[in-house]
C-alpha cells in the first residue's frame, strides 16, 4: 500500500536550472494537490488538480508549472530555480474536496544555491 | 480572506502536563475542520477531522479537540503528554463554498520533554 509517492526526497539545484518533482498515488483519487513548507509559514497551496486534465492554481502559483496527464500522476516543475524556492514540497490527494481529508506524501526538500 | 490562525507557535511541555493547542478560522461559512500532526523528518499525518455532529471529536494517540461554532475555534486537546508527541500540530480548515483547497495554519511546534 504505497499510497503517496514523491520523487525525489532530495535535490540541490543552481539558480536557473529546472527540474520536475513527481507525485505518483495509487488510491484512485480524483484530486492531488502541491504544497511548499516553509519555516512559521505552514503550508501554502502551489497547484492543485481536482481530475485528470485539469490543474488550477492555488495560493503562491509564480514561478511553477503543473500537469495532471494521468489521473496517477501529479508533476510539479519548475522552470528557472531561485533561491526563493528553496523549501520542502509535499503533495497530497484526496477523494474530494467535500473535506475526504488528504494523504500526503513524505516531501522533497529542495535547496536552491 | 478564509484564513486560519493558530496562535501558539512553539510550546514547551513536561511529560504528563496537559495540552491545548488553539486553532480559529476565519467566518466564511459552513466548515470542515482537522488537526494534522507531523513527526520530525515525516510527512503530515491525520489527527482527527470534523465533519458534523457531535463538537467533541476524538482522535489517535489520545488526542481530541472541540468545535465551538460561536468562538470560530477547534483546539486541541490532550490531557497528558508524552515525549513522543514531540512535533509540529497544523490546524486546517475548508469551506463549503470552497472545497477544493485545505487551508492550513502556520503550525505550532510542541517539544516534550521527560
Known amino acids: 500500500n504505497a499510497g503517496v509517492t514523491q520523487t525525489p526526497k532530495f535535490r540541490v539545484l543552481k539558480t536557473g536550472q529546472s527540474m520536475t518533482l513527481l507525485c505518483a498515488q495509487d488510491m484512485n483519487h480524483e484530486y492531488m494537490y502541491w504544497y511548499r513548507q516553509d519555516p512559521g509559514m505552514g503550508l501554502r497551496l502551489i497547484h492543485y488538480s481536482v481530475g485528470e486534465g485539469t490543474t488550477a492554481k492555488g495560493e503562491v502559483p509564480d514561478g511553477y508549472n503543473v500537469s495532471r496527464l494521468k489521473k496517477q500522476n501529479f508533476l510539479l516543475g519548475l522552470e528557472s530555480a531561485a533561491p526563493s524556492q528553496t523549501s520542502v514540497y509535499f503533495c497530497?490527494?484526496?477523494?474530494?474536496?467535500?473535506?475526504?481529508?488528504?494523504?500526503f506524501g513524505s516531501g522533497t526538500r529542495l535547496t536552491v544555491v | 480572506a478564509q484564513s486560519v490562525s493558530q496562535h501558539n507557535h512553539h510550546v514547551i511541555l513536561s511529560e504528563a502536563a496537559s495540552l491545548e493547542l488553539g486553532c480559529n478560522y476565519s467566518y466564511g461559512g459552513t466548515v470542515n475542520l482537522f488537526w494534522y500532526v507531523q513527526y520530525p523528518g515525516q510527512h503530515l499525518q491525520l489527527l482527527l477531522k470534523?465533519?458534523?455532529?457531535?463538537?467533541l471529536v476524538k482522535g489517535i494517540k489520545g488526542f481530541e479537540a472541540e468545535f465551538i461554532k460561536s468562538k470560530f475555534s477547534f483546539n486541541l486537546r490532550k490531557p497528558s503528554v508524552q515525549w513522543s508527541d514531540t512535533a509540529e500540530y497544523f490546524c486546517?480548515?475548508?469551506?463549503?463554498?470552497?472545497?477544493?483547497?485545505?487551508?492550513f495554519g502556520t503550525g505550532t511546534r510542541l517539544q516534550v520533554f521527560p
Open positions: 497530497a490527494s484526496s477523494y474530494g474536496g467535500l473535506g475526504y481529508g488528504y494523504t
Open positions: 470534523y465533519f458534523s455532529g457531535d463538537p
Open positions: 486546517a480548515v475548508t469551506y463549503s463554498n470552497n472545497t477544493d483547497k485545505l487551508i
